[in-house]
Nanobody, 126 residues
Framework: QVQLVESGGGLVQAGGSLRLSCVAS????????MGWFRQAPGKERDLVAG????????YYADSVKGRFTISRDNAKNTVYLQMNSLKPEDTAVYYC???????????????????WGQGTQVTVSS
């Protein structure tokens, strides 16, 4: 069956860095757009970054531009999120998701994703 397994979350001080990984199995990873979403308590789940199947197109939320980088390794069925200059407001559960999405304007749509991981907690202390 399809599995998306996130790792790399944890507790970090403001200004620090973390690298999240998401390993996929059970489907053809290289054909799917991948996204990293996050959800803080009491808030909606929002896209942080997305990457097309080839890696040629990326999308970032304004709040993370210049600080976060999404990448993928199709040979390893893995997508990464490098997070630098972390802020307390980045605290959330981070989820990876997979969808067959044709247009980057649809990257932020939760309904465009077919598969979801269980999430990994990221906590940034001030």
């Amino acid at each position: 069956q399809v599995q998306l397994v996130e790792s790399g979350g944890g507790l970090v001080q403001a200004g620090g860095s973390l690298r999240l990984s998401c390993v996929a199995s059970g489907y053809t990873f290289s054909r799917y757009t991948m996204g990293w979403f996050r959800q803080a308590p009491g808030k909606e789940r929002d896209l942080v970054a997305g990457i097309s199947w080839s890696g040629g197109i990326t999308y970032y939320a304004d709040s993370v531009k210049g600080r976060f980088t999404i990448s993928r390794d199709n040979a390893k069925n893995t997508v990464y999120l490098q997070m630098n200059s972390l802020k307390p407001e980045d605290t959330a559960v981070y989820y990876c998701a997979a969808g067959m999405i044709n247009y980057s304007r649809n990257f932020p749509r939760l309904g465009a994703y077919d598969y979801w991981g269980q999430g990994t907690q990221v906590t940034v202390s001030s």
